[in-house]
């Protein structure tokens, strides 16, 4: 273990043929809506380099993005490394780093160090904690792997989960070059939270011996330096250090940020003996990229790099996939190229929550040398993976490319570099380039140069050759005239081997987006599916909402003029806007707003279901249109008749329960003191549907007033077991305000409103599900959602005042008890600090007798307050001027409801 690190996770980036990625420069509008934040969150990070195939030694910082401790956290971590020819040149299996739960007994840790996974079981609020871990040692032809760490807590009852893949790559050091190398960029990804984190990885490349010395770290704007090395600090050659960065959210588009890193050569091994030399005589630079990806809603997959692997030593493979996006991610079916198989094992299932990992395992069917690639679609959106696997004694090809994504103007063009290794022991030759648009995309890639190569001696070979430890680069630029994001361009680089001429395929994957100058929009739809077809139930009461997201494609600001909703206005309108008007005028590129259209209620008695087309008009405005242009998006509905849960009727009871229906003329009445009363509520299936199910019941209601007893509401008790037609069921709500309302600091007197919202009930029939909210029947009085209800609620006042001069000055308290009728009788104890200030013993009203409490400095006073409007009178005259006079309140209200006014009073005696 001779590396010595500092670091955070993780990196998307392409490095060799086995790092495919989506675009992560400018991710494409999503048809999945944006999730909540989220509570545990991994650093992200670059390629880790693993040196001469030693393992690397470092860190990972898990933090804690609430304002609350999370604990019982458990780690998991998994490689896809393998072990290949054992020293004695015979094969030996492949073997699977297989997933083992940090700390328990019984499992042996392949990544993460159990000790401080056991000291991270727990982390504050807002805190972050510290993960070591250790890389496989890599050999040149394994050449790269990649690790996968799953963080499983539990967040307020429900269950979480944080994951992230760490790409790693083997570095053999070339004395021959100087300087701290970056491997690939990192990327800040926010999850749906404000703040990002990730790591710069590097290297120190070098003669043996050479010592650097830091002159300073500097990083871009919108970046900060979170474990800043001092200048003067010394690095050997060899050495793998970690540069920790944070950045602030949201940011309206990608960017990409530069993190400077200047030093210079501060010694040199001469003959075994460290020799000074001359400070920034030989200052050297480097810049290690940062891609900051902003909030955009929905999913985003990367893929993490797989083993070059010899197909004489096994045939398995593993992928891992991690969403980095902010939404849950539908997969759809994975296709495995040619040479390709699935294998045994899938964790991945149908979705892949934001900020989660999955792996997918898969079978080289192939018997000669090749490389093909797995492909895993999500919405309009896939991973392109390239595997590349070899035989014994033919060359084994890296690839890289330099950006590892692209973005650029529609009819502009944009280049990127690939460069060839060599890490085999066989020469590759003939070498022919060719890149290629994946099916969906629009680009034309073009080669700009011929290949050029180098031998590991630097000396060009003659031809297109690649030697073993040798290297070739190519330039490919890009155009499209068309505006989209999400594709990719595979470059396929071929040549021949051995005495035989046997042929050598290698290829890698750059995404591309292309953008407008020209005011554009996209309109997709985010709920309640994500598709076009809209359902709500048609009992005359559920409504289904379906979210629209408007997106700026373009690269100027676009002004959203107006939203319009078209169909039948008896159940088709425009919910809400937050497009048009001047709330997001003008709507900066490459971001997004909403809008929400309602379909519903609609009373379908029949036993079909009507169908039909709603639409919506979105007008904009911007650079390169005259006038407005606009987006004419459809939508197919359904709405149903076969669901109709109707509530029935309301009654209420208690002790006691006086006149009223719970209409807002009638409410039902209640007194503060009152304990037992409940309304409940009586549903009944009066479809033609004898399956109808409730699945779920949302309560709104704040438990400060209303609480559903889930014990005594048949309702809850018959969730996913169907209602028969005509038959009911029921939900009991208790009255519990009296023994939550005792409000210090004030509160309100008399008669206090305290509404009862009914519930939202989830419902399936056939298939299919829906939601909607209970209506108050109209023979109560008037549909709605709300029941009436209000409480008699006592007050109690309490007021000090000062009055008088000098001798004659008075310190006078008042607590008064209104609006207590039914309340028993209750006491406060008033409490006056600074005895000596007073002369003579209280003189009080309704008060009982005075005492003093241990300390000797405190009067207290028991008054008693009757059921009706009372109240106490506690005065004292003073004999000292300009001192502070405090007194304060603690009732006893035997566990009745109360508003209480003023727990606190201090106040000067004047001279």
């Excluded at 969150?41 to 999370?70: E, M, R």
């Excluded at 972050?128 to 890599?138: G, Q």
């Excluded at 003093?852 to 207290?860: E, M, Q, R, T």
Aim: glycine share 10%; with cysteine; charged share 5%.
């Amino acid at each position: 273990m001779k590396k010595l690190l500092v670091l955070s996770i993780f990196s998307a980036v392409l490095v060799s043929g086995c790092g495919g990625t989506v675009s992560i420069d400018n991710p494409a509008p999503s048809p999945y809506p944006a999730g909540v934040p989220q509570s545990i969150t991994i650093d992200s990070a670059n390629v880790i380099p693993v040196i001469n195939g030693s393992s690397t030694n470092g860190y990972i910082k898990v933090h804690n993005n609430t304002n609350y401790a999370i604990s019982n956290i458990v780690y998991e971590a998994t490689t896809n490394s393998y072990e290949g020819m054992k020293s004695d040149g015979t094969l030996q299996k492949m073997i699977f780093k297989l997933k083992s739960m940090v700390g328990l007994k019984g499992f042996s840790n392949t990544f993460l160090d159990p000790t401080s996974a056991a000291l991270c079981k727990q982390i504050p609020a807002n805190g972050v904690c510290t993960l070591k871990f250790s890389t496989p040692a890599l050999s040149s032809n394994e050449f790269q792997a990649s690790a996968q760490v799953t963080a499983n807590y539990t967040d307020k009852n429900s269950a979480g989960v944080a994951s992230q893949t760490f790409n790693m790559q083997y570095i053999q050091l070339n004395s021959g070059t100087h300087g701290i190398k970056f491997l690939g960029n990192s990327n800040l990804y926010y999850y749906g939270n404000q703040q990002a984190y990730t790591s710069l990885y590097y290297y120190v490349n070098g003669t043996p011996g050479d010592i650097y010395e830091l002159d300073s770290v500097m990083a871009s704007a919108g970046l900060k330096v979170t474990n800043q090395q001092q200048p003067g600090f010394k690095v050997a050659s060899g050495y793998v250090g970690v540069i920790n960065l944070a950045a602030n959210g949201p940011v309206s588009g990608a960017s990409q940020s530069l993190v400077n890193v200047q030093y210079s050569l501060a010694n040199t091994n001469v003959t075994n003996s460290l020799r000074n030399v001359s400070l920034k005589s030989n200052n050297l630079t480097s810049s290690g990229i940062v891609n900051i990806t902003p909030m955009v809603p929905g999913p985003m997959l990367i893929s993490g790099f797989i083993p070059l692997t010899n197909i004489n030593v096994t045939t398995q493979g593993i992928m891992y996939l991690t969403n980095v996006g902010s939404s849950v991610a539908k997969l759809g079916n994975i296709s495995y190229g040619s040479g390709l198989a699935a294998g045994s094992t899938n964790t991945c299932g149908s979705s892949l929550a934001a900020n989660s990992s999955c792996a997918v395992y898969f079978n080289i069917t192939s018997t000669s040398q090749g490389t093909s690639s797995i492909t895993v679609p999500y919405g309009n959106y896939s991973v392109v993976q390239p595997v590349s696997w070899y035989v014994a004694g033919g060359p084994i090809i890296t690839t890289s490319a330099n950006p590892t994504s692209l973005s650029f103007l529609v009819g502009n063009s944009e280049s990127y570099i690939v460069t060839l290794g060599n890490v085999g022991n066989t020469a590759l030759k003939n070498l022919i380039q060719t890149p290629t648009t994946l099916p969906g995309g629009s680009a034309v890639p073009t080669t700009l140069n011929a290949l050029s190569c180098l031998e590991s001696d630097g000396i060009t070979p003659s031809g297109n050759n690649l030697l073993p430890s040798g290297s070739c680069t190519y330039t490919i630029n890009v155009t499209d005239s068309v505006v989209e994001s999400g594709q990719n361009i595979m470059n396929t680089i071929s040549g021949i081997y051995g005495v035989n001429s046997s042929s050598y395929v290698a290829k890698i994957v750059v995404p591309y987006a292309s953008r407008s100058n020209i005011a554009s929009i996209m309109v997709t739809p985010l709920t309640p599916s994500g598709d076009n077809n809209i359902i709500v139930n048609g009992d005359g009461v559920s409504t289904t909402i379906t979210t629209m997201q408007v997106t700026n494609i373009s690269y100027v600001p676009t002004t959203i003029e107006s939203v319009t909703s078209y169909g039948d206005t008896n159940y088709i309108n425009l919910e809400s806007d937050d497009c048009s008007g001047v709330t997001l005028a003008p709507l900066p590129a490459e971001s997004s707003c909403t809008y929400s259209i309602i379909l519903g209620p609609y009373n379908n008695e029949s036993t079909t279901n009507i169908t039909g087309i709603e639409s919506s008009v979105v007008a904009f405005s911007g650079a390169g249109i005259t006038g407005e242009s606009s987006i004419t998006t459809f939508l197919n509905y359904t709405i149903t008749g076969v669901m109709k849960l109707v509530m029935t009727s309301i009654t209420a009871n208690g002790t006691p329960m006086p006149a009223g229906n719970g209409t807002v003329g009638n409410p039902f009445m209640e007194s503060g003191y009152v304990t037992g009363s409940t309304v409940t509520l009586t549903m009944e299936n009066q479809g033609i549907d004898p399956n109808l199910t409730i699945t779920g019941i949302q309560d709104t209601n704040s438990p400060m007033a209303w609480v559903l007893n889930r014990s005594s509401s048949t309702c809850v008790s018959s969730i996913g077991t169907p209602i028969a037609i005509g038959s009911t069921c029921t939900l009991v709500y208790d009255y519990v305000y009296n023994s939550n309302s005792i409000i210090t600091g004030g509160g309100t007197s008399g008669t206090t409103s305290q509404d009862i919202s009914t519930p939202i009930i989830t419902l399936t029939s056939t298939g299919a599900q829906f939601m909607g909210q209970v209506v108050v029947p109209s023979t109560v009085g008037t549909e709605g959602t709300f029941i009436y209800a209000n409480s008699n609620l006592a007050t109690l006042v309490n007021t000090a005042a000062i009055a008088g001069t000098g001798a004659n000055e008075s310190f006078t308290i008042t607590t008064t008890l209104t609006n207590a009728n039914g309340y028993s009788a209750m006491t406060e104890n008033v409490y006056v600090a600074n005895v000596q200030y007073f002369n003579g013993v209280p003189a009080t009203i309704n008060c009982g007798p005075t005492s003093v409490d241990p300390s000797g400095s405190v009067y207290i006073q028991n008054c008693t307050l009757g059921s009706s409007s009372s109240s106490a009178v506690y005065s004292v005259n003073n004999l000292y001027a300009g001192a502070t006079i405090a007194a304060w309140f603690a009732p006893n209200t035997n566990g009745q409801g109360l508003s209480i006014n003023t727990m606190y009073f201090n106040g000067l005696i004047t001279p």
